[in-house]
C-alpha cells in the first residue's frame, strides 16, 4: 500500500507555543488528506479535510483559528496548533487518500503519528 | 455514515483464524464496509474492503451476508502481531465522501 509519513513523531512545547506537524504522501499524489485527533482510550475524531489547492473543511467544534490546515501540495500537508495549551495534548494522526484511479476505492493510508505534550 | 456495531472485545489464540464480527443493519446499497486496525500508539491500517461480494486479500477475508446487515473479518492464522483494535465502517457517499467516523471498534488479544 502507499506509505504516508507523518513529522515529527513526538513533540513537547510549552503552553502558548505554536507547533506545526507535517503529513506528506510519499509515493503518490493525494488530493485529499485528512486530519484525526485521538485522546486517551478514545478512538479516533476527524478534525479536518484538507484539499489540495483550497481551504480545509472543518468538523464541527473544531477551531479554524487555533488548528490552521495548509496543504499546498499534492504531497504535503501541514497541521498547526496555535496557542497550544496543556488540553490540546492528544494523539493527533494524519491520512491520505487513494490517488485516481483507486479514488474510488475510497481507502485512506494513515500517518504513524503525532503525540503533542503541551506543558 | 451507516452505524457499526461491534463486540467490545476478543480472544483468539495464536495460529487459530480470529473472526470479528460487525452489525451494519442500516447500511444503504451503495456504501461499502471497511476494515481498518490499529495497533497501540500507531495510526490506522487498511485491511480490507467490500460491497456485496466476499474479498480476499493477503491480511484477511471479508465475508458479508447476501442481506449486507453484517459481515466478519477474518484473520486465518492470527499472530501475537495481529493483537490491535480492529475498526469496521460504512462511510457515507455524497458530500461526505470519504470521511471516516470511527467508532470504539474491537479490541483483539492474540495470545499465544
Known amino acids: 500500500g502507499a506509505v504516508v509519513s507523518q513529522h515529527p513523531s513526538w513533540v513537547i512545547c510549552k503552553s502558548g507555543t505554536s507547533v506545526k506537524i507535517e503529513c506528506r504522501s510519499l509515493?503518490?499524489?493525494?488530493?485529499?488528506m485528512f486530519w484525526y485527533r485521538q485522546f486517551p482510550k478514545q478512538s479516533l475524531m476527524l478534525m479536518a479535510t484538507?484539499?489540495?489547492?483550497?481551504?480545509?473543511?472543518?468538523e464541527q467544534g473544531v477551531e479554524k483559528d487555533k488548528f490552521l490546515i495548509n496543504h499546498a501540495s499534492l504531497t504535503l500537508s501541514t497541521l498547526t496548533v496555535t496557542s497550544a495549551h496543556p488540553e490540546d495534548s492528544s494523539f493527533y494522526i494524519c491520512s491520505a487518500r487513494e490517488p485516481p484511479p483507486g479514488i474510488l476505492k475510497n481507502i485512506q493510508y494513515f500517518g504513524a503519528g503525532t503525540r503533542l505534550s503541551v506543558l | 455514515d451507516a452505524k457499526t456495531t461491534q463486540p467490545p472485545s476478543m480472544d483468539c489464540a495464536e495460529g487459530r483464524a480470529a473472526n470479528l464480527p460487525c452489525n451494519h443493519s442500516t447500511i444503504s446499497g451503495n456504501e461499502y464496509v471497511y476494515w481498518y486496525r490499529q495497533i497501540h500508539s500507531q495510526g490506522p491500517q487498511y485491511i480490507i474492503h467490500?460491497?456485496?461480494n466476499n474479498e480476499t486479500n493477503e491480511m484477511a477475508s471479508l465475508i458479508i451476508t447476501e442481506d449486507r446487515k453484517s459481515s466478519t473479518l477474518i484473520l486465518p492464522h492470527a499472530t501475537l502481531r495481529d493483537t490491535a483494535v480492529y475498526y469496521c465502517?460504512?462511510?457515507?457517499?455524497?458530500?461526505?465522501?470519504?470521511?471516516?467516523?470511527f467508532g470504539q471498534g474491537t479490541i483483539l488479544t492474540v495470545h499465544p
Open positions: 484538507s484539499n489540495e489547492g483550497s481551504k480545509a473543511t472543518y
Open positions: 509515493d503518490f499524489q493525494a488530493t485529499t
Open positions: 467490500g460491497l456485496k
Open positions: 465502517i460504512a462511510p457515507a457517499g455524497g458530500t461526505s465522501y470519504g470521511k471516516l467516523t
